[in-house]
């Protein structure tokens, strides 16, 4: 599963990157977006793009395409440190 399927409000736990742009992949790992990293859906645009996350104490706006690219396991209410 990538981010872009999340909806507002869910939280998620990156497990890595689909194939593609490394110089995109290091720009988000720059950015804290590392496996193990906790990250929730705060809000998306009513057209769907940009999405705004929260992650390591601030907020990232992303834009649909860029979050397609992060894979994610969806975390429960119990899995959230």
């Given at each position: 599963m990538t981010l872009d399927q999340l909806k507002k409000g869910q939280m998620a736990e990156i497990t890595g990157y689909r194939?593609?742009?490394?110089?995109?992949?290091?720009?988000?790992l720059a950015l804290g977006m590392t496996r193990g990293t906790q990250v929730k859906i705060l809000n998306v645009a009513p057209l769907g793009d940009p999405f705004e996350l929260a992650v390591r104490g601030f907020h990232l706006s992303l834009r649909k395409d860029e979050v397609g690219v992060i894979k994610v396991k969806v975390l429960e209410k119990g899995d959230v440190k």
């Open positions: 194939l593609g742009n490394a110089a995109y992949r290091a720009k988000l």
